[in-house]
């Protein structure tokens, strides 16, 4: 889970996932705080405890920074992302784990619009456009079917994760993982999940500056060898 400057949601997140219980699956929480200014760090400085693993990075690399050292430090055979503010649902994950652990695929993306009574209306118009542009744009240069190139859960057989190299250390981390894994033929599930979308007052991070970046890193994957 990685971590900047979340400290209103930080305790709920993680009192969420530590309320999860998947029959025969242990649960492995990796905190990572991307050099937080708010009080995030102190917190789980203080609750260290309630974590398995936890990371306290020197300085700020950014999301794709932070979850590479999540990742690195995690131990369990599937990996999950998780943001930690309180706009997705860890109850999610028994259902997306099921498909690896059923080996029919060995990544599974998260979709927030698969299913309409579970799409988030009060999402940003600008946001609910560009992801719909986005997800054009991933499915036509890469022959997929996604309904969401931009959910934050997606879940990984680690092994699979662990050995991807991804560049980027922003936000565009994720959308180059995505397009990695795509053109080395993984096998990639979409699940439905629920969404709960915060406004930019409440810390929303991501920007139309981060979709033009997300397209540029689709267009450049695509083409390079």
């Not at 979340?6 to 699956?25: C, H, M, N, Q």
């Not at 599974?108 to 299913?115: E, L």
């Not at 997606?154 to 565009?172: S, T």
Request: proline letters at 4%.
């Amino acid at each position: 889970m990685p971590v900047y400057n979340e400290a209103a949601t930080l305790a709920e997140i993680v009192r969420k996932v530590e309320s999860v219980v998947i029959d025969g699956v242990d649960k492995e929480i990796v905190l990572v705080d991307d050099k937080s200014t708010d009080g995030s760090r102190e917190w789980i400085e203080r609750h260290a405890k309630k974590a398995d693993v936890v990371v306290l990075l020197p300085k700020n690399r950014g999301k794709g920074g932070a979850l590479k050292e999540g990742i690195a430090n995690a131990s369990g055979d599937v990996i999950v992302f998780q943001d930690a503010d309180l706009e997705y649902d860890p109850i999610d994950f028994s259902t997306m784990i099921k498909p690896i652990l059923q080996d029919k695929c060995q990544v599974v993306f998260g979709s927030r619009f698969a299913k309409k009574e579970r799409h988030a209306a009060d999402m940003y118009t600008i946001h609910r456009l560009g992801n719909s542009v986005l997800t054009f744009l991933f499915n036509l240069l890469y022959c997929t079917r996604l309904t969401d190139a931009e959910p934050c859960y997606k879940m990984f057989r680690a092994d699979i994760l662990k050995g991807m190299e991804v560049k980027a250390d922003g936000f565009e981390y994720d959308i180059e993982l995505m397009c990695k894994l795509r053109k080395k033929g993984y096998r990639i599930c979409q699940m439905p999940i629920s969404y709960n979308p915060r406004k930019f007052d409440e810390g929303k991070k991501i920007t139309w500056v981060d979709g033009l970046k997300a397209a540029k890193v689709m267009l450049v994957q695509r083409f390079r060898p």
